[in-house]
Structure formats: structure tokens, C-alpha cells
């Protein structure tokens, strides 16, 4: 299975990656997870923020963003961690965040990153080396927890 990877500044997707990737995150967070929130945050095309995107065959399976540090010494965020449904289990969500950490350190070298992670995903998140900075709490009545990787 070869994955085509594209680690994109936000000035750089195409009118139809941005739509892909959009329907990409409303399927799974608005409707797969049955949360509706609103998605579009104004951070998509913001600042320096980067897209991480798996394709394969031409079809987005994996998708992650990757947001610029709000101020000088905070963190690199990566969010919307996304593998599609039909390519759970394959262990793209490794590839993935492998591909967005490079980005980190390609774009925001020795910052620290962090993420928001859905409870359940402590330990996959802590597989590759982040670490919980915050106790258990409520984001779109999804339990959380915040991690962060030095």
C-alpha cells in the first residue's frame, strides 16, 4: 500500500483538497461521533497552519492540521487527527502523526507540540512520546485530555 503523503501550508491546497478534507472531518467528528461543533474555526487558513493528507489511490484516508504557535514559546498544535473509517486498522494513524511531527520539526524546530486528544487515545498518543499535561476533561462531550511532546 503505498500512501501518497502532502504536508501543505494552507496557501498551497487546492480549492478541491480543501473540500475533500473538509468533508473528511465532517464525516467523522460531526456525524460518525454524532458531535456537532463547528468545524470551521477560521484556523484552516490562518496564519502559517499546515495540512497533513494521506492519499491513497487518489482517496483521502488521513488527515491532520497542524497549527502555528500562538506566541513565541508556546507550542506547535496538532488537531484533527482524522484515518477515514474504511481504513481503520491499517495503521495509518502512526504514519500520520509520524508525518505531522516531521512538519513540526521541519517548520517550528525544538518547540514543544501538543494536542487535545479524545480520552481513549492516551496511549496511542503516548506510544509516540507525548505525555498527559492535564487531568480527563469535556470538549464537545467527548472526553479529553491534554498531551504534550517536548
Not at 56 to 82: F, H, M, W
Not at 89 to 101: D, Q, S
Request: aromatic fraction near 10%.
Amino acid at each position: 500500500m503505498e500512501m501518497l503523503w502532502l504536508d501543505c501550508h494552507h496557501s498551497e491546497l487546492t480549492a478541491k483538497q480543501l473540500y475533500t478534507l473538509l468533508v473528511l472531518r465532517n464525516h467523522v467528528f460531526i456525524v460518525e461521533q454524532k458531535c456537532p461543533y463547528q468545524d470551521i474555526d477560521g484556523q484552516d487558513l490562518a496564519a502559517d497552519n499546515r495540512h497533513i493528507l494521506g492519499f491513497l489511490d487518489g482517496k483521502l484516508l488521513a488527515y491532520a492540521r497542524v497549527l502555528t504557535p500562538s506566541q513565541e514559546g508556546a507550542p506547535v498544535l496538532i488537531g484533527r487527527v482524522i484515518v477515514s473509517e474504511e481504513a481503520r486498522g491499517l495503521k495509518l494513524g502512526y504514519r500520520l502523526m509520524e508525518k505531522a511531527l516531521e512538519s513540526c520539526e521541519k517548520y517550528w524546530p525544538q518547540q514543544a507540540v501538543y494536542l487535545s486528544a479524545q480520552a481513549h487515545l492516551e496511549g496511542f498518543y503516548g506510544r509516540l512520546g507525548f505525555k498527559a499535561v492535564t487531568e480527563v476533561y469535556m470538549e464537545d462531550d467527548i472526553p479529553h485530555i491534554g498531551m504534550q511532546k517536548a
